[in-house]
């Protein structure tokens, strides 16, 4: 059954007061390699399918959500009743809101996207070509290409009837070595855009650096963080930044005495974090999809027309995430989540190879890992470096250090920056299984905490 097909008859099944249907259809193709080898390739399908019944009460109104993977058509009607006997054991919404009316996609009646292995065909090629060039150079490369289509379409009986295709795509690639290890990943939505033997040559050059090591000692260093390490510090703060937990004194965002800190300086530099579903590179879906509510999403809220966002404005706190519900506790604008995200300095920054250049004497990271928070008050975070950490000094890179457990708040760090340069695409590593729609510059920070020599290698 087709998915469009699969919503209109749950719509039309349903017995609740107001009923809202959510169809995933999702292809994923991809490629693996180790040791300068293509090892595996496969594609796979899946699809799922999410009721929302809603039944009014003489106090508000109550939802049931009940979703379930591989939904063929006799599965339909007990999947609806099982939405609809979940809303009836419910205590009424506090996020409850009347039903977003206007949508209609024009391409809703066509047939679901698909990707395959098609989607590699230049990708492949020049793999083969830089596992020859590794080999000859003593070196492996390991890694992964991972593409993902998805088509959703969201059907209420208040007669919405929205469709979103989402292409995510991302290439990781890693290289060993007699200079150890080192990573590169790009994100991107159809591999075009894939620059395999560039990624194959900088990986080359820090296995290079990597030949000579120096232990450091735990301390604050001058640190150039890459665009992908402040894409994972960035989105961080992105998922801290709900205007709900805020409001209820939870979070760095909430403001002592009461409400929030919106409208505070955050940043020493004019930078500007935002989101946009029509970034170009960076689309996603320009309506709300809410599979289930949280405090940062509402499934009353399906639908809602998503708009140009900024989060952090030239340095100052602009905007929380927000449902209806906590815009209307708030009192500020609504802005809910938008899935990518986008930071820029002022304009004319520098490469970071630029930034190296100017740099006396400092640490150049590659990527972080195994991040988590240690303190939700101060959005402190905790982790490790990983594939390379350099030593730079008198404007070149002069080999390879120890790595090191940070702890550092992102908020914190923008009080802190001394530089930002030109922003990029960018693959947070750490985060990429749940966010790659990035774009991000590489920062300056004059006292990166280094708290711990680490042990990883």
Request: charge should be negative; hydrophobic fraction near 40%.
């Amino acid at each position: 059954m087709r998915p469009q097909e699969a919503v209109e008859r749950a719509l039309a099944l349903s017995r609740a007061d107001d009923c809202v249907v959510i169809a995933d259809e999702s292809g994923t193709a991809n490629l693996r390699w180790a040791g300068n080898t293509l090892t595996t390739n496969g594609v796979t399908r899946s699809s799922r399918l999410t009721v929302i019944a809603l039944r009014g009460t003489g106090a508000g109104v109550a939802a049931g959500v009940v979703s379930r993977a591989a939904v063929g058509p006799d599965d339909i009607e007990d999947l609806v009743r099982a939405a609809e006997a979940d809303a009836e054991g419910n205590e009424p919404a506090e996020d409850a809101a009347p039903l977003v009316t206007d949508g209609a996609s024009a391409n809703w009646d066509e047939e679901p996207a698909e990707t395959g292995i098609g989607v590699f065909e230049g990708v492949a090629p020049a793999l083969g070509e830089a596992f020859a060039r590794a080999q000859e150079g003593d070196r492996r490369l390991y890694g992964f290409a991972n593409h993902v289509l998805t088509s959703t379409f969201v059907g209420s009986s208040a007669g919405l009837r929205l469709r979103h295709d989402q292409p995510t795509g991302l290439l990781e690639l890693n290289a060993k070595g007699a200079g150890g290890s080192a990573w590169a990943g790009v994100p991107t939505r159809d591999f075009t855009d894939v620059d395999v033997p560039g990624m194959a040559e900088g990986l080359a050059r820090r296995l290079g650096w990597g030949e000579r090591r120096v232990d450091l000692p735990a301390g604050r260093y001058e640190t150039l963080l890459p665009p992908s390490a402040v894409a994972d510090l960035m989105v961080y703060l992105y998922w801290s930044a709900g205007a709900h937990d805020a409001e209820d004194g939870r979070t760095v965002f909430s403001a002592p005495g009461g409400g929030t800190r919106v409208g505070e300086r955050l940043a020493s530099l004019p930078v500007t974090l935002s989101s946009d579903p029509a970034a170009p590179g960076l689309e996603c879906a320009p309506f709300v999809v809410a599979h289930a509510s949280s405090r940062e999403s509402s499934v009353f809220d399906n639908g809602l027309p998503l708009t140009a966002t900024d989060w952090i404005r030239e340095g100052t706190l602009t905007s929380l995430a927000q449902t209806r519900h906590s815009a209307r506790r708030t009192g500020l604008p609504l802005t809910p989540s938008i899935d990518n995200l986008a930071m820029a300095g002022p304009e004319g920054g520098a490469t970071l190879e630029e930034m190296i250049a100017r740099t006396e004497r400092g640490l150049l990271l590659t990527c972080l890992w195994y991040i988590r928070e240690v303190d939700p008050q101060r959005l402190l975070l905790t982790g490790l470096t990983r594939d390379g950490v350099y030593l730079v000094e008198g404007g070149e890179v002069v080999g390879a250090v120890n790595n090191f457990r940070f702890n550092e708040s992102p908020v914190d760090l923008l009080s802190r920056l001394t530089e930002v340069g030109a922003t990029t695409p960018t693959l947070p590593r750490e985060w990429s299984d749940y966010f790659t729609r990035a774009a991000m510059p590489p920062m300056r920070v004059g006292d990166f905490n280094m708290s711990t020599v680490s042990q990883a290698s």
